[in-house]
């Protein structure tokens, strides 16, 4: 039998009677593979940090709703809300976002026969956000039917379809993301049920 030099012993445990002579290092090796079997069923059963990273969010918000053109003659700021869904790829700059708004724009007080007008809305937009970390830039644009009626007795609902558009910058605000944002909006009532009307929502809120 192959003695090993003394110089090299510290290689090898020291084998019992009848025993085998193994390197240290092999037998370390059988020693561990419990382990690292383990480390491989978690790397290869856990998920991906890509498919694990959210894709959607749930937004909630409010602010001002501004009359423009023709509607600021009668009508002045007033105030929105809304909720939406947004839907996207983490890979990727583009998402879709799904809205529910309301606005109630209210009356001048020194224009006589005027109301205050609601408009609520169910939307449907695209979404492209610019590259960021801490804040992230995008643009929104989309369609969608929207509901307008006068604040007055009798006043009766008209169902329109309009489009939208705007700016707007998501940023961190403490455990949460936050959006501020503001679009125009235009809605495509005919010469019989008022005219053409615009509006714009500025909107801040939160994402879950």
């Not at 001048?108 to 937009?125: E, P, Q, W």
């Not at 009798?154 to 379809?161: L, R, S, V």
């Not at 005919?190 to 615009?198: M, N, P, S």
């Amino acid at each position: 039998m192959f003695d090993p030099p003394s110089n090299h012993r510290s290689h090898y445990i020291a084998p019992s009677a009848g025993a085998t002579l193994v390197p240290s290092s092999l037998r370390f090796g059988m020693k561990q593979q419990p382990l690292l079997v383990l480390i491989c069923l978690v790397l290869l059963l856990g998920p991906s940090p890509v498919v694990a990273q959210k894709t959607y969010a749930v937004a909630v918000g409010g602010g001002a709703a501004i009359p423009v053109g023709k509607l600021s003659d009668s009508q002045k700021t007033g105030y929105n809300a809304m909720v939406a869904l947004a839907i996207g790829v983490a890979e990727l700059p583009l998402g879709v976002r799904l809205d529910g708004i309301y606005n109630n724009i209210q009356n001048r007080n020194d224009v006589g026969g005027t109301t205050d007008l609601r408009v609520s809305g169910v939307l449907a937009n695209l979404i492209f956000a610019f590259p960021g970390t801490n804040a992230k830039a995008y643009i929104i644009a989309g369609g969608g039917l929207y509901n307008s009626k006068a604040d007055i007795s009798g006043a009766k609902a008209q169902n329109d379809f309009g489009f939208n558009g705007g700016l707007g910058v998501t940023f961190r605000f403490g455990p949460f993301a936050s959006f501020l944002e503001s679009r125009y909006h235009s809605v495509s009532r005919t010469a019989a049920k008022g005219g053409v009307f615009q509006f714009v929502p500025i909107t801040f809120g939160l994402l879950f």
